[in-house]
């Protein structure tokens, strides 16, 4: 019976030993930090990974991200300094670096949440509202950006947070008033074409002209320049044909008979003339002599 009573105590002391020691131990992981708390009270905060202990049954441990958190702003509408209305669109990153002033300012991710979305959106409408719309979407939106960081984190540091980078996904006029932008833009590319159509058409008339004009005097100086050749070729054909009648005169009056014979029979016409005409005494006298006339008869 003793030896009975005896076990069940061991076993029952061995089980709240074995209990205890599991309740000292606690593992840290790399993308966590832990705050130790002593009946209900912040003691240690522990960053690195590993494991540690504590002590049973008096102390716990609450666990926070230690990883770069996402949060997405709701879209707004602002003014900027130029009276344009804007919707923008923006989103932010952050990390908690402080894991006490972070449970005793906002308790969770979710609070946290909310906390930065306030402030985020406080300090977006302020910069929309000191710049121009130019400026924000295109000239200093890099500057813009750092600048509600900064002023952000001035507010998120009471809650052991900084903010790691704010982007503007969009920037955009609202609906109507970008159909608004888009018909005048519409409208003054369409009058800006029609400029330049009617100064093409301007420019294509004078190159016309132009063209026109030079056309007319290059044929102008071609027939001239072709009768001042014609001239040329045409003294130069009469030289030739001098020259070839002093030479041989008997030739040349053959060779000119041929081609009068060519020029006037090769075109099927029909000539009348006398046999002993003088246009054909070549065919009557190789060296066209004209026959002489028969001698008068006596008159008996």
């Known amino acids: 019976m003793n030896r009975s009573v005896f076990g069940a105590a061991f076993a029952v002391i061995a089980f709240a030993i074995a209990v205890a020691a599991y309740s000292s131990l606690y593992t840290v992981n790399e993308n966590e930090q832990v705050i130790v708390l002593r009946l209900g009270q912040?003691?240690?905060?522990?960053?690195?990974?590993?494991?540690?202990?504590?002590?049973?049954?008096?102390?716990?441990?609450?666990?926070?991200?230690?990883?770069?958190?996402?949060?997405?702003?709701?879209?707004?509408?602002?003014?900027?300094?130029?009276?344009?209305?804007?919707?923008?669109?923006?989103?932010?990153?952050?990390?908690?670096?402080?894991?006490?002033?972070f449970r005793q300012a906002v308790?969770?991710?979710?609070?946290?949440?909310?906390?930065?979305?306030?402030?985020?959106?406080?300090?977006?409408?302020?910069?929309?509202?000191?710049?121009?719309?130019?400026?924000?979407?295109?000239?200093?939106?890099?500057q813009i950006m750092a600048r509600i960081r900064d002023q952000a984190n001035r507010e998120a540091d009471r809650f052991g947070i900084q903010i790691v980078d704010v982007r503007i996904r969009r920037a955009d006029l609202p609906e109507q008033n970008s159909k608004a932008v888009f018909d005048r833009m519409q409208s003054e590319r369409a009058q800006e074409a029609a400029q330049i159509r009617a100064r093409g058409a301007e420019q294509a008339q004078g190159i016309r002209a132009r063209a026109d004009r030079d056309a007319q005097v290059i044929i102008a100086e071609a027939n001239r320049d072709a009768e001042i050749l014609r001239g040329q070729g045409e003294a130069e054909k009469s030289r030739i044909l001098a020259d070839a009648f002093q030479?041989?005169?008997?030739?040349?009056?053959?060779?000119?008979?041929?081609?009068?014979?060519?020029?006037?029979l090769k075109t099927g016409t029909r000539v009348i003339l006398a046999p002993d005409s003088q246009f054909f005494r070549f065919f009557e006298q190789p060296d066209g002599r004209l026959p002489s006339a028969p001698a008068a008869q006596p008159a008996r």
């Open 107 to 142: 308790g969770t991710v979710e609070q946290a949440n909310q906390r930065l979305t306030n402030v985020l959106t406080d300090a977006l409408l302020e910069a929309i509202r000191s710049n121009s719309f130019q400026q924000i979407v295109q000239e200093r939106r890099d």
């Open 42 to 101: 912040p003691v240690d905060t522990i960053t690195k990974p590993g494991l540690h202990a504590k002590i049973p049954f008096v102390e716990s441990v609450t666990r926070i991200d230690k990883r770069i958190l996402d949060l997405d702003l709701p879209e707004r509408e602002a003014t900027a300094n130029d009276q344009k209305r804007l919707v923008v669109d923006a989103f932010s990153r952050y990390k908690i670096t402080n894991a006490l002033r």
């Open 247 to 264: 030479s041989d005169a008997e030739f040349f009056s053959f060779f000119r008979s041929m081609q009068a014979y060519e020029q006037a």
